[in-house]
């Protein structure tokens, strides 16, 4: 251990530590969660593409020379290649601001730069803690979504070739848990397939919008603390650094106070999730028995469903869907209720936001493989009891409506019970 102070006095570190002082005290002040920065490695490598961006737009500015723009350039790459990740101890719920997400990637970079480059006056040079933050949140975003948005086009297609497998076979519909008319067994998986295109499209509209970032705004989106050379060259050169199309926000000030960009995006991943939990739970219902329930579907057995009752199989996919979509629920509404947390000038809750939206979309994304691959693409379905339902009585009078008329059929069920209208129409359609 080595021993380091600042003006709030003497701390150790261990003799390994590529960071300093000011996250260490963040470490001490702040942790509270057990989810450290070091679990989010796609934030990480955002964090260091912004330095990047930051170092070479500073060095065209000429506010740092070119030996400390190529040292800091040489620390980020190792970072963006995700080397050090045990370099970042800090909780990543912190309060703050994300002050402490700021200050450990500053000193990591500072670190490997050399003794030449110092984490505030050349690796923050020109930036804020909440330019920064705030950008690399959202590249991260992007990033993370990619794997969500190719889950969902393969389980969309998955549904559809489902529905098409089972559109011969005939079932029942139900309504308010009733019995209705006579559907395909194909049509479950058909709307879910359409449904999950559709938010699909919204998650994507949402994605495109977070990247327009605010890097070159400093605290507040005033700008001030950056040259007018500084702020037009680096979001160009971020775009090229990361990769991405990333645009400014049009107004640096709104970018501060309202992040309701993020709050749109994981309203749309809660929505998503939620399309997910519906077709898990008819599916969980309509697989349920095998002797007393419905038992129109067959779901894979992947694993021993009890320890109590020998050979019963449990919906585990379907209930690991469901309680998935708990957990986004609970995050997105933290989520929606940070937007409000921005005090007139600046929003200290944005990289909360943002983790938390991370946390979704990676889980979403998860479950939508275990999802489509464990479960919906090997789903069978019990022909002979769909045909059992979709010639039981309701679907009979249904049709029969549709020859004789609703106060006809009705006028029978008052006087006969479905039974004896199925036999007595039965008799007068052989006598013609």
């Known amino acids: 251990m ?3 102070e600042d003006i709030f006095g003497i701390l150790e570190l261990p003799d390994n530590a590529l960071y300093g002082v000011q996250t260490a005290r963040t470490v001490v002040n702040m942790s509270f969660s057990g989810h450290s920065l070091s679990q989010y490695p796609v934030y990480i490598r955002s964090l260091a593409a912004v ?26 790459d190792e970072l963006i290649a995700g080397k050090y990740l045990e370099q970042f101890p800090v909780d990543a719920f912190h309060g703050g601001g994300s002050i402490g997400i700021n200050m450990n990637i500053n000193e990591v970079v500072a670190t490997l730069a050399g ?13 804020s803690t909440a330019d920064v933050c705030h950008s690399a949140i959202r590249i991260a975003l992007i990033e993370t979504a990619k794997s969500l948005e190719q889950g969902l086009l393969r389980i969309i297609r998955t549904l559809e070739l489902k529905a098409d497998e089972l559109e011969l076979v005939p079932t029942i519909a139900r309504t308010c848990w009733q019995d209705g008319m006579r559907v395909s067994a194909g049509v479950v998986f058909r709307a879910a397939a359409s449904a999950l295109n ?4 919204h998650v994507v509209q949402a994605v495109h919008s977070i990247h327009r970032i605010n890097l070159g705004g400093t605290v507040i989106g005033s700008g001030v603390g950056a040259s007018r050379e500084y702020r037009e060259a680096v979001i160009p ?4 650094v990361a990769g991405l199309p ?43 028995g095998p002797e007393a329930g419905l038992s129109e579907l067959v779901l894979p057995a992947v694993q021993a469903g009890s320890s109590f009752f020998p050979g019963k199989v449990n919906p585990v996919i379907p209930e690991t869907v469901i309680q998935c979509g708990l957990l ?32 979704n979309l990676q889980m979403l994304t998860r479950t939508v493989d275990h999802f489509e691959s464990r479960c919906l693409s090997g789903i069978t379905v019990n022909e002979d009891i769909c045909r059992q339902y979709a010639d039981s009585s309701i679907p009979f009078i249904v049709d029969l409506k549709e020859t004789y008329g609703y106060e006809q059929v009705s006028l029978w069920l008052k006087q006969w019970g479905p039974e004896q209208i199925r036999e007595k129409i039965g008799r007068s359609e052989k006598h013609e």
């Open 198 to 201: 559709r938010r699909m499209e």
């Open 115 to 127: 003794d030449h480059v110092h984490p505030t006056e050349h690796v923050n040079a020109s930036q």
């Open 246 to 288: 990333l645009q400014l926000r049009p107004d640096l000030f709104d970018a501060a106070q309202y992040p309701d960009d993020l709050g749109r995006l994981s309203s749309e991943v809660r929505l998503t999730s939620a399309v997910l939990v519906k077709l898990a739970k008819d599916l969980r219902l309509l697989a349920s």
């Open 328 to 359: 986004i629920n609970g995050n997105d509404y933290t989520i929606q209720a940070a937007v409000e947390l921005g005090e007139v000038h600046l929003n200290l809750a944005d990289g909360l936001m943002g983790t938390l939206l991370m946390d």
């Open 51 to 76: 330095k990047k961006a930051a170092a070479l737009a500073n060095a065209k500015a000429g506010v740092i020379d070119e030996f400390v723009c190529d040292s800091i350039i040489t620390a980020c």
């Open 2 to 4: 080595r021993k380091v």
């Open 237 to 240: 050169i971020l775009t090229e």
